[in-house]
């Protein structure tokens, strides 16, 4: 008889230690496939690669005709250069010896355009000196708030100043507006759909506010995972979402109508059996993003168990079947979080044809690289 977890299972998992966690690249690649047809070509889509932090994926990507990237840490932005990205955005706000690591990794990787973001005037001085000092060009984005609260600024009469201050620094280059949007879920699509057009509607209007004044705006990044699909009336925008690539239970539960392959999958082991009806397994917060609420993971073969204990190393679960399980038992799980849930692991298990063949290095997991 067939289960949910045949997809996934190994034929030489008996070589696999646990906590694993297991990419599958052709998965990966249906994905690639599935989103440039969502976006109307790889042109529209700058994927974070927060999710991955994997130079093997971008190296998909690349070949998949995607040429733009998104990155939250300078490490991010090297491991995409290195890999020939030929273009890459720093989304995160830039602070401290930040500033002067961005300017270090321009001319390190003259190939690439690297781009950053600022969404005060602070910020906008901090990057021009920074690019002043070290003899480069910076583009800066200005990173727009629209209703998440977490960085930007409203599109109003301030984020068109700060737009102003980008343009007329000169060591900086205009690379137009950033808006993320991960505020916004719904499983109802007219209604992210609706919520998404209030949310950009002050958007469009600063982008065509800075038109008018005669302000370059080459570009709007924007979208998160659940919202990219919406963008299609759009052709200015990239797409900028990450979660896509691999998918996670997470994503497929909030997001039903975005139809994507599962291409990350946890392996553990049975490690105790402390009661008769408890099962411990060697999935602690150090192997799967303990940050969302339980099940953190969904247990092929437990879906009905019920989650009581986390712990660093451990994960204590409840079945009147427990007795199904025996210790060294092999259980394959979907996370709920995949991207921070990769950067707990050091490596990943490569899967092909139904055997783990290879181990590729979490490089970006890394706060540094070599910068």
């Given at each position: 008889m067939k289960t949910a977890q045949d997809w996934c299972r190994l034929a030489n998992e008996d070589d696999v230690p646990s906590p694993a966690l297991l990419i599958f690249p052709d998965r990966v690649e249906e994905n690639l496939r599935r989103m440039v047809a969502i976006a109307g070509g790889p042109e529209r889509l700058r994927p974070h690669v927060k999710t991955h932090k994997l130079p093997q994926i971008v190296a998909l990507e690349l070949a998949h005709g995607i040429t733009r990237f998104k990155a939250a840490t300078i490490a991010e932005s090297e491991m995409c250069a290195a890999a020939g990205a030929p273009d890459v955005l720093l989304a995160y706000p830039l602070v401290g010896p930040n500033v002067r690591r961005l300017v270090e990794l321009v001319r390190k990787f003259p190939v690439t355009k690297f781009s950053a973001l600022a969404d005060n005037l602070a910020s906008v001085a901090a990057l021009n000196s920074a690019a002043a000092a070290g003899?480069?060009?910076?583009?800066?984005?200005?990173?727009?708030?629209?209703?998440?609260?977490?960085?930007?600024?409203?599109?109003?009469?301030?984020?068109?100043?700060?737009?102003?201050?980008?343009v007329h620094s000169p060591e900086l280059e205009p690379g137009g507006l950033h808006a993320y949007d991960g505020h916004l879920h719904d499983t109802n699509r007219a209604r992210i759909a609706s919520d998404h057009h209030h949310a950009f509607a002050a958007v469009w209007a600063l982008r065509d506010r800075l038109i008018a004044a005669q302000l370059p705006v080459p570009v709007i990044v924007a979208g998160g995972t659940p919202t990219f699909p919406l963008f299609a009336d759009h052709p200015e925008v990239e797409l900028s979402a990450g979660t896509t690539v691999l998918w996670d239970f997470g994503q497929s539960d909030t997001t039903p109508y975005v139809d994507l392959l599962h291409a990350a999958v946890l392996l553990t082991r049975v490690i105790s059996r402390p009661t008769e009806n408890r099962v411990c397994l060697d999935l602690g917060h150090k192997a799967v993003a303990s940050e969302m609420p339980h099940p953190r993971v969904k247990l092929f073969g437990l879906e009905d168990a019920t989650f009581v204990m986390h712990s660093e190393e451990h994960l204590v679960v409840e079945t009147p079947r427990a007795n199904e399980f025996p210790v060294g038992t092999v259980i394959y799980g979907l996370p709920r979080h995949v991207c921070p849930t990769v950067a707990l692991h050091s490596e990943v298990i490569v899967v092909r044809q139904g055997r783990a063949v290879e181990r590729w290095p979490v490089t970006a997991r890394a706060r540094r690289i070599s910068l």
């Open positions: 003899g480069v060009k910076l583009r800066v984005l200005l990173d727009l708030n629209v209703g998440m609260n977490r960085t930007g600024v409203a599109p109003g009469p301030a984020a068109e100043g700060i737009y102003r201050a980008i």
